[in-house]
């Protein structure tokens, strides 16, 4: 027993799909019918038909040379020799009663033959064969609609679930990085997997369903991936979206397709991506009857989770990037007995994901993953992918032996602020104005020793709208912020605007971005982090969920006099953080001055050019 399963795992790839497309039934009837079709049309083109005397006309002038004569009609075919060139080679005519019919043939030569008139069998086939025509094409545009690889009508109940066996899956655990707690949640899987029996022997069960839950990219689906490649089972990969279809049921029949598949092959994972699609909160509004067919696919699942007992083998992983909406039914204990949360990495993550991924390209010896690790903050796993992948690219298009620093140091520039457009022309005037707006924020954040550290100042063009760019990094990773961090964070983004408003006595709209990006931090600090006092500590404003990326999900009630208050303690919070931008601006002059010299010559100041020039001319706040 043990070699035939072996035997069945080492096959390298199945897809759960019906055969190939065979000649079948409609195929020889399509072939008969355009058969017959093309038989019609060369009979139209070669015979006329013409009334019954003409007919007789033409058999007395010696010109018919064989007849055929049926109930329905009479055919006649012309002798060429006599009628000469005509491009019909035969009549047709109507019979009448005509006695006489016979004897002139037999006077004029002419051959003769009766034939029966049409059988039912005759009349019969030409009613089917259209009717099949008709049916097989129907049965190719529902495949079409369907999606399906062929095999019938009914074929769109089966699930679309793609088997992935031993010599697939070459992904462990060894491959994923930078989300330790959620591997060490998951390996418990993988050893009930290998030894149910010892797993078992104080009486507990593994969990049902595992819900990995995290922002995108942080490699959710690679997780599930690395569980099965451990275990070494098969495992089921499909797409939430795809059990629901525009048929209403057929997403139900397509969750009891893939369950019961699964029992056949188990131990075997199941995984389902984009869980939300599928598992969304069912609505108690009486108008959601539109969302009738989604939610007999989730009472299926539902009903298939209650069904099954982890004892046969088979695990549930699912993944989600909006845990918020789905249903309360579907996470209770017994369903998704455990929720896995893979976060963005730290600094520590992001330097063990950076060497998974460097591995894969030539690069420098003395490179230094933590430099690069510490100028991506809130990189994800898929971000850090593509960073090196750019890092590659940036160093083949400048035809380097490797990739070193740099080229991670423009990739991250091109992936945050957007591509460089040296092309686009900037009159001296304007060039000008944003090399002293940019040198107001890199002194600001010098002079207050800020946490993110400034790293480059750029008056080269990038992305829509960007003229010119000033790079931080973080020393370390922060949880929490202070504040009178909090207050720095604004002052630095103001101190472009307050740099304009000192050295050219008036402002541009250079300033709008970070007039936002202010406005931002300020009113969170007076509506959410209750660091006003005027205000005091209840919070008024929208609530905000990690996993979408900010977007609001719940508001509290604001009355008109708390709204002006709020108001207020914003301007008064952008406005005392202007003062202390405009006081280091005031005392940094000369370092600014010396800053845009340079910078309107060379475009950039790194790291090493500005401590060079702070050490001389800077003044701390």
Not at 235 to 258: C, K, Q, T
Not at 299 to 307: S, V
Not at 459 to 476: D, K, M, S, V
Request: with cysteine; charged share 25%.
């Amino acid at each position: 027993m043990e070699n035939e399963k072996k035997i069945k795992r080492n096959i390298k790839k199945e897809f759960i799909q019906p055969d190939p497309v065979k000649i079948n039934f409609y195929h020889i009837f399509l072939l008969i019918w355009l058969g017959m079709i093309a038989y019609q049309y060369y009979l139209v083109q070669n015979i006329t038909t013409v009334s019954y005397s003409e007919f007789l006309s033409r058999v007395d002038a010696g010109e018919v040379k064989e007849v055929v004569i049926s109930d329905a009609s009479i055919r006649a075919t012309l002798n060429t020799k006599k009628v000469g060139s005509n491009k019909f080679d035969s009549i047709i005519a109507v019979p009448v009663k005509d006695d006489q019919l016979t004897a002139r043939l037999i006077k004029n030569s002419v051959s003769f033959k009766a034939v029966p008139s049409e059988t039912f069998l005759g009349n019969l086939l030409k009613w089917l064969i259209p009717i099949a025509i008709i049916v097989f094409l129907w049965n190719i545009v529902l495949k079409k609609i369907m999606g399906s690889a062929g095999g019938g009508l009914l074929n769109f109940q089966k699930s679309k679930a793609r088997v992935y066996v031993e010599e697939d899956i070459h992904t462990t655990f060894k491959d994923i990085a930078g989300v330790e707690e959620a591997k060490q949640e998951l390996a418990e899987i993988v050893n009930y997997l290998k030894d149910p029996n010892s797993f078992g022997r104080l009486g507990g069960r593994a969990p049902k369903g595992i819900l990995l839950v995290g922002p995108p990219g942080t490699g959710k689906t690679l997780m599930a991936r690395a569980v099965a490649g451990e275990a070494s089972v098969p495992f089921y990969h499909i797409n939430g979206s795809e059990f629901v279809e525009m048929f209403v049921g057929m997403g139900a029949a397509r969750v009891r397709d893939l369950f019961n598949q699964a029992r056949k092959s188990a131990p075997c994972i199941l995984f389902i991506d984009e869980l939300d699609a599928l598992g969304k909160a069912r609505s108690t509004s009486p108008m959601s009857g539109a969302n009738d067919e989604k939610e007999q696919t989730l009472n299926q699942l539902l009903a298939e989770l209650d069904g099954f007992d982890s004892q046969t083998g088979i695990i549930l992983l699912a993944a989600t990037n909006r845990p918020e909406i789905l249903d309360p039914a579907l996470l209770r204990s017994g369903r998704f007995d455990r929720q896995v949360l893979i976060d963005k990495p730290d600094q520590k993550g992001r330097v063990a994901i950076l060497k998974i991924h460097i591995k894969k390209v030539r690069s420098a010896k003395d490179l230094s993953v933590e430099n690069i690790a510490h100028l991506t903050p809130g990189f994800s796993g898929a971000d850090l992918e593509n960073l090196t992948n750019e890092a590659a690219l940036v160093a083949t298009r400048r035809k380097g032996k490797d990739v070193v620093e740099e080229d991670f140091t423009e990739a991250i520039e091109r992936i945050v602020a957007g591509l460089e457009r040296k092309n686009r022309i900037i009159n001296p005037e304007e060039k000008k104005r944003v090399a002293y707006h940019e040198m107001g924020h890199a002194s600001v954040g010098l002079a207050m020793d800020c946490l993110d550290k400034v790293h480059k100042v750029s008056i080269i063009p990038r992305g829509i709208g960007a003229l010119g760019y000033t790079l931080q990094r973080p020393t370390e990773d922060r949880y929490l912020l202070t504040k009178n961090q909090l207050s720095q964070k604004i002052s630095v983004l103001l101190g472009g605007r307050v740099s304009e408003k000192i050295f050219f006595s008036d402002v541009s709209t250079g300033a709008s971005d970070d007039l936002n990006k202010a406005t931002d931090i300020a009113r969170a600090m007076v509506t959410q982090y209750s660091m006003s006092d005027k205000v005091g500590l209840p919070t008024y404003e929208l609530k905000h969920n990690q996993f979408l990326g900010g977007a609001p999900v719940q508001a509290n009630q604001v009355s008109d006099a708390t709204s002006q208050l709020i108001d207020s303690e914003v301007r008064f919070t952008l406005e005392a953080a202007e003062e202390k931008a405009i006081d280091v601006i005031e005392k940094n002059r000369k370092f600014i001055e010396a800053c845009v010299q340079k910078l309107l010559i060379d475009e950039t100041l790194v790291e090493t050019d500005l401590k060079a020039l702070w050490k001389e001319f800077g003044v701390s706040a």
